[in-house]
């Protein structure tokens, strides 16, 4: 009997997105994402790192390596979504059994994501003082406890402490600052706080506390304020923190000859992948993505990996491409599983 025409065998699939915006992609549209992910034997082995050590509540840095087109920003969405909602309806459209496998195991650890991709971000602070900390509070943690509804109840800022602090004192300090801020501003700290002029709020509370010679208890170092945070969070109903920082690249080229500003971007990632786990037992997951490898700094030494490399489409795995692009574009026709059995067949002993 004649085989059929492999035109009969095999459906076209609907064109797929050549880019992908990464937040949109990851909490707008998780179950289309997650839906056309394909897993090769490398990237299911990628995911796996990841996912067993979010299972054990464990804290970890990982660093994307990964060349335009080879897929990142799928790679990020699918990983966002699947730590930060174990829904059946989401987890149904997982086309791989051993990913899938992990669903029961973080019923328990969905983890509040925080999304920041450094694109444009990089020419915009050419001529800025502005710190990669800064941005993560301003552009990462700030818009993602918006979208969560949470705005008003973490703080991110050292104004913030401030205002809070100002908030538990007593009804007599309190009319005692006002007046002082009210002299230095022409304005009362309630029409400031109106104002959403926390800064200027925090500038004079400061000199307040300077003029006489009060020390409120403010965190000011970055990893007791990302600890801070954390903890924050946390008591919203969270496992843990996702933290995923997109094209670092070209954030770290702005400082390839700023020894110092690159210093301080490699200890706040170190910070973010490492030190919050291994001194403080924090659940912070850190991936970073860029075309470059990561830094000597964060490669680590006998404690570990700062950052555990993923590398996508690495020389060794180029055939990955072959194989998710084949797959995204066509499929196999289940009307005619039969007649695809009988070709499998003849091909494999021929």
């Known amino acids: 009997m004649p085989r059929l025409p492999l035109q009969d065998l095999i459906i076209h699939k609907d064109t797929p997105l050549l880019t992908l915006e990464l937040q949109n992609a990851a909490l707008d549209t998780p179950k289309e994402t997650v839906e056309t992910y394909i897993f090769t034997d490398t990237i299911r082995h990628h995911f796996t790192e990841v996912l067993e050590t979010v299972a054990l509540g464990r804290g970890q840095g990982y660093w994307v390596e990964a060349e335009y087109g080879s897929g990142k920003t799928h790679f990020l969405a699918t990983l966002t979504a699947l730590l930060s909602d174990f829904s059946d309806a989401l987890w149904n459209n997982v086309s ?150 997109d094209e670092y690249e070209g954030w770290a080229n702005i400082h390839v000859n700023n020894l110092e500003a690159r210093a301080k971007d490699e200890d706040l990632l170190e910070t973010l992948g490492f030190l919050l786990f291994k001194e403080h037992g924090l659940a912070v997951h850190t991936i970073v993505a860029s075309q470059s490898a990561r830094p000597a700094k964060l490669h680590g030494g006998q404690e570990g990996d700062r950052f555990v490399n993923l590398p996508l489409l690495a020389s060794q795995d180029e055939h990955d491409y072959d194989i998710i692009a084949s797959r995204r574009v066509r499929g196999l026709n289940p009307q005619r599983f039969p007649e695809i059995t009988d070709y499998y067949r003849f091909y494999q002993q021929s």
């Open 96 to 245: 791989d059994d051993e990913i899938r496998r992990y669903q029961s195991r973080l019923k328990d650890r969905r983890l509040f994501p925080v999304i920041l991709s450094l694109r444009g971000e990089a020419s915009a602070d050419a001529s800025s003082s502005r710190t990669l900390m800064d941005v993560l509070l301003e552009k990462g943690f700030r818009l993602a406890l918006k979208r969560a509804g949470l705005e008003n109840r973490v703080r991110l800022t050292m104004a913030q402490d401030l205002i809070k602090w100002y908030e538990g004192q007593s009804a007599a300090d309190k009319v005692a600052i006002d007046t002082f801020i009210q002299q230095k501003t022409g304005s009362s700290v309630f029409e400031l706080v109106e104002n959403d002029d926390q800064e200027v709020i925090a500038q004079h509370l400061n000199a307040y506390l300077a003029e006489k010679q009060v020390q409120a208890l403010i965190t000011t170092s970055v990893k007791d304020r990302l600890a801070g945070i954390y903890r924050q969070i946390i008591s919203q109903g969270y496992a843990g923190v996702l933290i995923i920082i």
